[in-house]
């Protein structure tokens, strides 16, 4: 094996699509395929179980894309070690965030980091907040950001970069909604509640229900916060949502505050990763311009 089939593994192993991994990397599908049917034979085991038309990894395949990623970890500390008198350090960096992060937090990140490391090529993926942290652990992102969770797993790093407060937010058109939150004491037992699936955001929701004694309406439960935002500005129900999506959404006119008895617990904002790649030259790098803001 070498280390440009292990990228092309690893690239196949998370596409599960020979085109679209033969197109990534730069060779033809028929090329993959050799390489794949020789790391197979040099293993000794199937990798990949495929037909026409699809590619399913085996239970040899799962534990060797384990395998794949921490050899390249490895050789690309070692690669480091061994050439101290490189000024700059080259390789990728994939980053998980939220829409909202993309443009809220993760640029001050980035212009820092770029200003010393411009070799560095940033690879960004987006998606649901709740979603970060199992990034991390999943392996399909380097860094993440996220918001602390109260079970955060014990083999991973957290370096906080902000608080993030929280508030109850409904929609400003005329409605059942705003009938309700007219009334004095508002019946929150009635007013449709739109949630998270999971992570944080979902936790504090049910901790202000259980502080408020109410069993609450729930309309829906959705995944991701710029979506819950939208739903709340449509009309369908209120949220508890981070201010950071609330004051960087398109629909912001739409959407109001409500004033809550109750204080709702901040959210800590951060970026994470494997405790054990925190030595790794890239994420060292990126983790300083952190610690020195």
């Avoid at 709702?264 to 494997?274: A, H, N, Q, S």
Wanted: charged fraction near 20%.
């Amino acid at each position: 094996m070498d280390i440009k089939t292990l990228h092309m593994y690893l690239h196949l192993a998370k596409s599960l699509h020979f085109s679209k991994t033969a197109q990534a990397m730069h060779v033809s599908p028929s090329t993959l395929s050799r390489a794949m049917q020789r790391l197979e034979s040099e293993v000794g085991v199937k990798l990949l179980q495929r037909d026409n038309r699809s590619v399913a990894l085996t239970y040899a395949g799962i534990e060797y894309r384990h395998f794949a990623k921490q050899t390249l970890d490895n050789w690309i500390t070692l690669k480091n070690k061994i050439d101290p008198s490189q000024a700059l350090l080259k390789g990728k960096l994939t980053i998980y965030c939220s829409v909202t992060a993309a443009y809220s937090h993760l640029p001050e990140l980035l212009d820092r980091f770029r200003d010393e490391q411009p070799l560095i090529e940033i690879i960004l993926s987006t998606g649901d907040p709740d979603n970060a942290v199992n990034e991390v652990k999943t392996n399909h992102a380097d860094i993440a950001i996220a918001a602390l969770p109260d079970n955060f797993p014990n083999n991973l790093h957290f370096s906080k970069i902000d608080n993030i407060s929280l508030h109850v937010i409904a929609p400003t058109i005329k409605g059942q909604v705003q009938d309700l939150l007219r009334l004095d004491p508002i019946p929150w037992e009635k007013v449709p509640f739109i949630i998270p699936e999971h992570g944080p955001g979902r936790d504090r929701c049910l901790r202000w229900f259980k502080q408020q004694g109410i069993t609450p309406n729930i309309y829906a439960q959705v995944s991701g916060q710029e979506a819950i935002a939208s739903m709340v500005a449509l009309g369908c129900g209120v949220s508890i949502t981070p201010d950071v999506v609330l004051n960087n959404s398109p629909i912001r006119d739409r959407i109001q505050i409500v004033e809550s008895a109750i204080p709702i617990v901040p959210f800590e904002l951060g970026c994470c990763c494997k405790k054990n790649r925190l030595e790794d030259p890239i994420l060292n790098a990126f983790f300083k311009k952190i610690y020195s803001k």
